[in-house]
């Protein structure tokens, strides 16, 4: 690919695959581009762990599987940083960043904070056979480590020496026997302590440090198979979890149910990420394909086939639109998108006021350009209209 | 049955078939109608191959019949060939060391515990097809800790036949190293007495023939399948086994060929006939509980539609 038509592509998900390939999925064009050069990577590369370089998500962090971790900028659409994680051995499971340092995390256990120097600044031994590690979005010094037969350890990067929080394992199982740990993926619950996390023997956990037990505030079972991938939702109450089988589903973490499932998958599924504002939930797996599901209808949006076995990925939180259409298409344009989409549902909810009882059918379009303008004083009483329209609607239809 | 299809000829008056309810009469009826549909068929065939015969080139093209294949839903995952990153892909995956020629297979046969007679046979029949491989008694021994056994004594694949009701019904591949795991279900178990004409199998290194392996899945089972025989045929031996793949069964067939002349060849079935179907396909070998699954078979999730296929 050229250089002068890499500098085009936007991406809105990135995805990282097995064959060390970073893509760039643009969801409006659905298509996808490769970011890096496909002779440059081997098996070696094998993209591990991906996290944002920044707030303001122009840059990706990529961990790889031979240690390095590289930073790709958004804007230059090229790769501009490599740093090399000696230490420990096997692959990376965690990326994070602190204060613009690396925080990285192998397999082995060691959790390791890097300065600029490429020096460690910190270091923590966090026990064997780490399968993540995740770190606290609101209090980025905190991170919670855990993995096989390795219970959930959160760590204060302040205070390293000891874990913060140590969870127990649960009692023993109606047949006396010691239930295994093994924790594969968590999560933090935002505007609370507590932490949520999925283990391989198909239960979801929720842990309170600040309560008095260091056991599970919530235990929930799902399916038969490990769950690999967990992602809260933007109201924090619910979840989104995958399992090898390719079942996906969303819970209720106050309830400890199942809410629903989500339909379409082939393989196992390795990652899912919500969107912080729009109900969206994108995940990717052993099936080479990258789906993006309406977390409250079910509905599959995006169904895009990304040719290798994807193992993470990264939702951007603001879309933003390709360049060449235009350079009057900027963020600001696709957050007023976002703005005139809230103002057809008012429309629409203008429409069942506006209709008269003696039902002649007045066309959407018509009533909607009437009322757009008085869309936001309706507000507070449009549920009452709405029952009341509907109310005369069934009279007359008596 | 009573129902009548509407026919092309010219048939004045339709029978109502199924008001006789005496269901001898009714066939016999159904029977003749048959048959004069037929009659009017033929002769209609006969009148087009003839008008076809004097227009010559002018003759309206033959029409298409749809089949199913034909009508196939399109499927995004179908590999071009010329696809880098498939390429890529392919030549570091699991099986890439066969096809690089680093090593060469050696297959472990084993069956599920106590295995009945028909399916003892079936794996000798399997062992002979299969050139350097061995059969060992299962012996109730779990199949997690066999594979790593297998991998010290350098054996490249393990193919573990599962039975059922006495009769043979499923097939596990598993790729040794740390390769994908495919889970079949085989049905329609012939083995070589059971057929006619068949010929006698002999030891030459076989052809191997993968028919319609087109998608991105169906290249990896195709793969793993071809992975199992060993890389130079003994075109001395004619001796040609075919996985043959439509609508996503799997047909396997052992022949020996002899070309009579540079257009006809003459071919004669030797060994066990079975057909497959693929299961699930799952990354890493045999564990069935904790593993990760590239692809599941989900019915009702995947079955929506007659004209899609996953292979």
Known sequence: MA?????????????????????????????????????DVNRTQEICALCWGNREETEVCVGLRNRLVKTYSTEKNEFIECMECAGGSGNITGLAKYNNHFITCVQSGLVQVWNDQEDKKI???????????RQNPQQPFLIATGGKENPLKIWDLQNPTEPMFKAKNVKNDWLNLRVPVWVLDMQFLPDSKKIATCTGHHQVRVYDPSASQRRPVLEMEFDEYPITAMSLTSSGNQAVIGNTHGNMALIDLRKGAMVHCYKGFAGAIKSIQCH????????CGLDRFLRIHNIDTKALVHKIYLKSRLNCLLFRSEWQSDGLSGKDRNKDNTSEN????????????????????????????????????????????????????????????V | MAAESVDSGSMAQKPNIFRIKNKIRRAEVYKEMKKEQRKIQKKEKKRKMVEAKALGDKAPPKKIPRTIENTRVYDETMVNSLDEEVRKDEAEDEMSTYFNRKTTPKVLITSGDKPRTRTNQFCKELKKCIPNSQIYYRRGLDLKKIIPQAVSKDFTDIVIINEDSKEPNGLVISHLPDGPTAHFKMSNVRLTKQLKRHGAMTGHMPEVILNNFNTRLGHTVGRLLASIFPHDPDFHGRRAVTFHNQRDFIFFRQHRYMFKNAKRVGLQELGPRFTLKLRSLQKGTFDSKFGEYEWVHKRHEMETSRRKFFL
Request: aromatic share 2%; net charge neutral; proline share 2%.
């Open chain 1, 276 to 283: 912080p504002t729009q109900p969206l939930v994108a995940s």
């Open chain 1, 123 to 133: 270091e923590i031994n966090a026990g064997e056979n780490i399968c993540c590690m």
């Open chain 1, 338 to 397: 976002v703005e005139s989409g809230f103002h057809s549902d008012t429309d629409e909810d203008e429409v069942w006021e506006g209709m008269e009882v003696v039902g002649s059918k007045q066309s959407k379009s018509n009533t909607g350009n009437e009322d757009s303008e008085k869309g936001r004083k309706r507000k507070t009483t449009k549920s009452d209209e709405k029952h009341n329209s509907s109310l005369k609607k069934k009279q007359k239809q």
């Open chain 1, 3 to 39: 250089r002068h038509k890499m500098a085009i592509h936007v991406g809105n998900v990135f995805v990282g695959s097995e064959t060390g390939l970073l893509k760039g999925v643009d969801l409006e064009k659905k298509a996808c581009h490769n970011l890096n050069n496909i002779q």
